[in-house]
């Protein structure tokens, strides 16, 4: 790292190809800090003066930021024990961390666990941890004799190729398996486990007893994870079912909307969350999974521009809600009617506070034809182009509509109830 610090300037290449006093075949680490240096400012501000070593880029990209990884600090209790079992660069880790009487960093790679034992100490510099290398299977039984009350887990979500997998159980460490292993020791603490913001929560839901919450963080306008958080006090004595389990995620009129929901769906809550870069928190709504059954809401036949004289205020949902399909209870909140069954677009007589989005007041509904297309085209558009259930994607529009991007004026193409399309002019509140 010293390399590193005296030579933070030189861009990349000359490090690599240039003569200097860096032993050859420290070079290539050399450059790769360098290179890295201002993306860990930006990606975890905390850390970019600790001086903090990265083994590989792919390990930087693969970590948590600073804001997912505060988010998590919400789970570990009073005098809690934490377990990573998937340590990687440890940022996941020094935020539980911080908030636990002890930790354990569990982690198979060499060269991770190398980082780790370089990185933590000046990550968490008064916390008692301890640095393991195995996998985290075999060492499960160790870990628990040592009081561990809390089970993090991050699997990896790539093959041996680099393809990346979307099933639970096709990742390793499997948090099926896993679960199974902390019931059959009588294990009553804790879990946390992080998958992939394209993983199906109707599967999650069946697959894993004891799940009480399904987190889904946004930041800087991006859903980053699905963070599922159960205990096994309140894990079920049946086996979860099969992969072949599935569910609608959207509301589905013709999937016996007025079944009652099982145990296991009334008790999981779905909580869409927007953070800032620096993980403050700007929004949180959050319902019960059972909530996605509900009936659809009613719809009426009247055009759009003669609602939007009653109802001129758009709401749109971030995308934590927007994965979470709670259409229904989101709606039936905030007192707000959708726009389509499909659209996922809402109206309202008056911004709804706390919402979980973008709220616009609607100025213009114009018909989607060739002739508006030419008239926003001689106004010289700038917009933040949106498309909702719409036969073209933004950038296709954006591209017919020749715009240039602005915060200021949103244009949303969508189709309404009755399957007519519109442009939508809008400005952000």
């Not at 240039?18 to 890295?36: C, D, K, T, Y």
């Not at 789970?75 to 636990?100: K, N």
């Not at 979307?166 to 990742?171: I, L, S, V």
């Not at 009480?212 to 958080?229: A, F, N, T, Y």
Request: hydrophobic share 45%; proline share 9%.
């Amino acid at each position: 790292m010293d390399f590193a610090s005296r030579w933070g300037d030189e861009p990349a290449h000359r490090i690599l190809l240039g003569s200097n006093a860096i032993p050859p075949r420290l070079r290539p680490q050399v450059a790769l800090q360098v290179e890295l240096r201002r993306k860990i400012a930006l990606k975890w501000p905390a850390l970019s003066g600790a001086g903090a070593f990265m083994p590989t880029r792919t390990a930087f990209e693969q970590a948590s930021s600073q804001a997912t990884a505060a988010y998590k600090q919400q789970f570990v209790g009073p005098g809690a024990v934490a377990a990573d079992l998937t340590g990687g660069l440890g940022m996941d880790f020094a935020a539980l961390l911080s908030r636990a009487e002890r930790g354990f960093y569990v982690e198979q790679q060499s060269d991770l666990v190398a980082a780790a034992r370089y990185n933590l100490p000046r990550l968490c510099p008064n916390a008692p941890f301890e640095v393991l290398q195995g996998d985290a299977l075999d060492l499960l039984p160790r870990l628990l004799s040592r009081g561990v009350s809390l089970i993090y887990a991050d699997p990896a979500r790539r093959d041996d190729r680099q393809n990346r997998l979307y099933r639970p159980q096709d990742t390793h460490p499997d948090p099926v398996e896993l679960l199974a292993q902390l019931k059959a020791t009588g294990y009553r603490g804790s879990w946390l486990f992080k998958l992939s913001p394209m993983a199906d929560i109707a599967q999650a839901v069946a697959l894993f007893p004891g799940l009480r919450e399904i987190h889904l963080p946004v930041c800087q306008g991006e859903l980053k994870e699905l963070l599922l958080w159960g205990d096994m006090t309140a894990a079920e004595d049946a086996a979860p079912p099969t992969e072949s389990v599935r569910e609608p995620l959207q509301t589905d009129p013709s999937a016996a909307p007025d079944a009652e929901p099982r145990p296991r769906e009334a008790a999981v809550r779905l909580v869409a969350c927007e953070l800032t870069a620096q993980g403050e928190l700007i929004n949180r709504w959050s319902c019960t999974y059972a909530a996605r059954r509900q009936t659809a809401l009613a719809l009426t036949s009247a055009a759009l521009p003669e609602r939007l004289r009653a109802r001129p205020y758009l709401h749109l949902p971030n995308p934590a809600v927007m994965k979470s399909g709670a259409f229904v209870p989101l709606a039936q909140e905030f007192g707000l009617v959708p726009v389509a069954p499909d659209t996922h677009l809402f109206l309202g007589h008056t911004p709804a506070a706390g919402f979980p989005g973008t709220v616009l007041q609607v100025e213009q509904a114009l018909p989607f034809n060739k002739r508006t297309l030419a008239e926003l085209r001689k106004r010289g558009l700038h917009a933040s182009v949106r498309v909702r259930n719409f036969p073209l994607t933004a950038a296709e529009l954006k591209q017919a509509l020749r715009s240039a991007e602005s915060a200021q004026q949103y244009l949303i193409g969508l189709t309404d109830a009755c399957r007519a399309r519109y442009l939508l002019l809008a400005r952000p509140l």
